[in-house]
């Protein structure tokens, strides 16, 4: 909403601009001599703006700033140091400055993260995710972007859909620049094919759960009591079962919001018939033999499974055969693509507010999101030793080596970085059609601040461990467990956690309305000025010309 009405503003201004031109052109010679004058003095002005860029990436003894990202991966190689000279001769050359990447510990990142933030320790761009964003963002740790983000990245600001600064919103202010990737959740399903063609399943006309079963009980069946058409583990337990609630980034799956409840009315998800039937669907299942009957103690997924579900995109379905062992699944989508703060959250970089190069880090993140060989370099590694391109345009990669540490999803966008030879080049299009048909959560931008109930979201949390693994394979009855479960969530706090959920979302979006109305009443004045200018200076026009 903000960059459309930007460019109304804009827009209003050039047709202003544009009418004043053509006004004056029917004027003296004089005019002509004027323009060209302002012409050379803006291009001088061009210049000296572009001389002062590179300027300001200066330190004040004429050194090339050095910017601190921290970032999460994998252990370091010993040359991971050359490899960053080598980015960094890259950014010196393209934006005037240098990178020193720091990377944390898939396990230690979290804590890691807070000891930086926490101690005031000094760093320029930071990784974060929905774990720490917004409580990162309320300390006052971050930078908002709003103001810089057009002048300093102009070309990502226009790239990345609105909807994602939408997700990163709080309070008006954007604290950090989302990656533009597999943004938006989208639901597959996928059956092994050699069922597929043997029963002769119509599997993309399967969309509910109810479906799913009686395409479970035909392989059941025809195979006997020894096969179980769906394998779930205590790892693996029916995923994306509460896609249709926004969970407001609290983690804690019992409590949410329709996504498309036009009221965002916070609800105890286990109180739902659509949630109560599906958990009816899943006992069933596991009671029927159509769910492995140890599902709730079994740790690892074994190989071949008949069918599984997940996240992912079309092409995914290459990495899901091969991690199962089977020759080929057809996968399926099974629900409309949907925007969540949660979804946007996943991978986002921010700017600290101690930042000496906060111009600059824009333009670092500028960089990645719309430079194609520095993404690459991030994503990648060092050509000709991490990898090397296996086509002339250079847009798949094959690689030599197997320890590049930094993990491209914490980067920036995916739609401009090489795919790689055993993945499918079109993915980044299927992702791309993916997020471009995505629905908003009525909730997208909200984050709940959880402090003033965080004691009573760890004990809900607690019960719901307690329950969560035997509700998710079938194991349990729910006409027992869930009123159980309920009953034990409102006594550990849950009443309070959806209360302070539903204050937090009233004063959330009464803030945003008035802000909206405010932008827009703004850009109302500004257009009605301009139209009341244009026709002033045109009346004034034509009386002069007249008298002349």
Same mark, same amino acid.
């Given at each position: ?508 979006? &009464?803030?945003?309305?008035? %802000?909206?109305? *405010? $932008?827009?009443?703004? #850009? =109302? @004045?500004? !257009? /009605?000025? &301009?139209?009341?200018?244009? %026709?002033?200076? *045109? $009346?004034?026009?034509? #009386? =002069? @010309?007249? !008298? /002349?």
């Amino acid at each position: 909403m903000k960059k459309k009405m930007v460019k109304k503003m804009l827009a209003a201004g050039l047709s202003l601009s544009m009418c004043v031109g053509m006004l004056a052109g029917c004027g003296s010679q004089t005019t002509t001599t004027e323009s060209t004058t302002t012409a050379e003095t803006g291009s001088a002005a061009a210049t000296t703006e572009a001389e002062s860029e590179q300027a300001s990436a200066e330190t004040t003894d004429g050194e090339v700033p050095t910017l601190i990202w921290w970032t999460v991966g994998q252990t370091t190689p010993t040359d991971f140091e050359d490899s960053v000279e080598k980015i960094s001769d890259y950014t010196e050359e393209k934006i005037g400055v240098r990178l020193d990447i720091k990377v944390a510990g898939y396990g230690d990142w979290g804590t890691k993260m807070n000891t930086i933030v926490n101690s005031g320790e000094y760093f320029d761009i930071m990784f974060m995710d929905h774990s720490n964003y917004t409580k990162f963002a309320t300390l006052g740790a971050l930078e908002p972007l709003n103001d810089l983000l057009p002048a300093n990245a102009a070309e990502m600001y226009e790239f990345i859909p609105q909807e994602l600064w939408d997700g990163v919103t709080i309070n008006g202010n954007i604290y950090a620049v989302p990656s533009y990737k597999d943004s938006a959740v989208t639901q597959f399903w996928w059956l092994d094919d050699t069922y597929v063609q043997k029963y002769d399943i119509d599997y993309e006309s399967v969309t509910t759960m109810d479906q799913l079963g009686d395409v479970f009980r035909t392989i059941k069946e025809g195979e006997g009591s020894s096969v179980y058409p769906c394998v779930l583990t205590q790892g693996t337990t029916w995923n994306g079962f509460f896609n249709a609630y926004d969970a407001l980034t609290v983690g804690l799956p019992p409590m949410g919001v329709k996504l498309d409840d036009p009221e965002r009315k916070v609800v105890c998800t286990l109180e739902q018939e659509d949630i109560l039937h599906n958990l009816e669907l899943l006992h069933e299942w596991y009671t029927e033999g159509l769910i492995n009957p140890d599902a709730n103690v079994m740790t690892e997924s074994p190989k071949g499974n008949i069918f599984g579900n997940g996240q992912g995109w079309p092409s995914a379905v290459s990495s899901w055969q091969i991690s199962a062992g089977v020759e080929k699944y057809d996968a399926w989508q099974v629900a409309e693509p949907f925007y969540t703060t949660d979804s946007i959250l996943g991978s986002l970089n921010g700017v600290s507010v101690n930042s000496k190069y906060k111009e600059e880090a824009l333009k670092v993140l500028n960089l990645i999101n719309t430079d194609h060989t520095f993404r690459d370099m991030m994503a990648y590694g060092i050509e000709g030793d991490h990898f090397t391109y296996a086509n002339e345009e250079k847009t798949i990669v094959t690689r030599t080596r197997d320890d590049w540490p930094l993990g491209a999803y914490t980067q920036g966008t995916f739609f401009i970085m090489s795919t790689t030879d055993d993945s499918d080049p079109n993915q980044w299009d299927e992702i791309k059609a993916q997020n471009e048909s995505a629905i908003s959560s009525s909730c997208l931008g909200f984050a709940m601040n959880i402090e003033p109930v965080q004691n009573e979201v760890a004990n809900c949390l607690t019960v719901w461990e307690k329950y969560r693994i035997d509700m998710l394979t079938g194991a349990s009855d729910p006409a027992v467990v869930v009123p159980e479960c309920v009953e034990e969530l409102k006594a550990a706090g849950l009443d309070t956690v959806m209360a302070e959920a539903q204050k937090q979302i009233d004063e959330y979006f &009464a803030n945003a309305d008035t %802000a909206a109305e *405010t $932008t827009a009443e703004t #850009t =109302e @004045t500004v !257009a /009605e000025t &301009a139209t009341e200018t244009v %026709a002033e200076t *045109t $009346t004034e026009t034509a #009386t =002069e @010309t007249a !008298a /002349e």
